[in-house]
């Protein structure tokens, strides 16, 4: 059987591009070398190149440049005039505008959660008042986004899928979790699949199922089993949160609701099981600071005192 | 003020940005090329300096295509004087990974045939398979930089991964 791929010389290439219809898609998955491909192309997107030292590069550079440009104006030659403007030319000649890589932003206010398909067939949800970035183009070859706030993500098995935060890393290969990033707050957690945390630190911890783990101010915590069906409730209409500090319930409140709490009690640390519905303020509070022995006030419109 | 009304590079500022901009995917397509820090470097830093000497002339957007151009042509006037074939050398591309939550022994022994089977490939398919995987230029982009067609850089990474394949089996 004549080998496709001898005659097609740009099969390949498209393949990686995936820019291959669905037939040839087919086609290329009876080939004999089909895995190799596969774990090639897995392996290459995983590969990093030695950073160069630019700063160290820039300063000799610009020294460099000082001792030419110092030089008295008769040294420069016809020569350098001609390459000057012979590169010019090749410049104007049909050149566009490029390398801008077109970032997503995707943001949500108070109380509001958005619901997206990401190009490789992965989804996320966004939590209320959150902010999530990726470059639209590239993320089929790069499957990296970043993050402020708590988003929950479907991954579809392929490639790294990474989550970047200011408090951490969030890597995964075909998996469900949650991630919340706030104030150097990373929390994640785990539905299905296996996920690996890293916080700035370099400290890092892998999840399993029902695992959840806190990272607070570049110090990760033990990780916890919690019950599966609390994560990502919010997706549902319902936020639940197991053995959480009262103060980052009060957050979530705030990012539901729109309002602002002052949490003037000693109990700001003390954990917080159970939960508060979307659709009801004065329930959502009280199911929150009642379990605690906490009351709560409207000192003015969407100002509340906690004590 | 640059002619067109976009920023001047000769501002240091501009040029500092510009300068990070690109230094990081034109230093690797150099290193691409001869697997030599030093020389990449060497390479890297002429072009920075004729970007800068002609800072009036080129914007920040045409920077990029600009100091490629410069660095292929003193990429190979330096060849050329050396008078030497540049023999790309061996195990002088060590990639880095990214550690994955799937712990399988197998990829390492793959990981290290792949390394050498890229050290072995031909210049021109090198240059545009890492160009393509590691700094993630689409190919339109990389021909905008090699002055070539965009079916001459596809047809470049179909030989390229052929090319590995074949190698893969024999290392």
Known sequence: MDDFLKYDDTFLARWVAGELSAEELKQFEQHPDFNYYIQLIEKTGEFQIEKVDSTRLLRQIKSKRSIKTAAPVKKLNRRYILMATATLLILIIGYQVFFKTQTTNIETSFGVQIAETLPDGSSFNLN??????????????????????????????????????KSGTVEVLGTSFTVYSKDGVLKVACKTGKVKVTNQKGDNTILSPGERVFSIDGKMKNKENIQISSIA??????????????????????????????????QNEELFSGGFVHNDLDEALRSVFAPMGLKYSEKQKGNYIIE | MHPDGSPSICQENQFDQVYHDHIQVLYNFIFYKCGNKELAEDVVQEAFIKLWENCAKVSPEKARAFLFTVARNT??????????????????????????????????EFEERLNSAINQLPENQRTVFLLNRIDQLKYREIAELLEISQKAVEKRMHKALLQLRKLHKNI
């Open chain 1, 128 to 165: 209320a008042h959150s902010k999530l970035q990726y470059d639209k183009d590239g993320f089929i070859d790069d499957r990296i986004l970043t993050l402020e706030g708590e988003a929950f993500f479907e991954v579809k098995e392929g490639r790294s899928f990474i989550v970047k935060t």
């Open chain 1, 233 to 266: 409730s919010w997706k549902n209409g319902t936020s639940l949160f197991v053995s959480e500090p009262l103060w980052l319930v009060a957050k979530s409140l705030e990012d539901h609701y729109g309002i602002k709490i002052q949490l003037n009690s000693n």
């Open chain 2, 75 to 108: 990429f190979l006037n330096k060849v050329s004087k050396t008078n030497r074939k540049l023999k790309f050398e061996q195990e002088s591309l060590k990639y880095s990974q990214v550690e994955t939550p799937q712990f399988l022994l197998e990829q390492t």
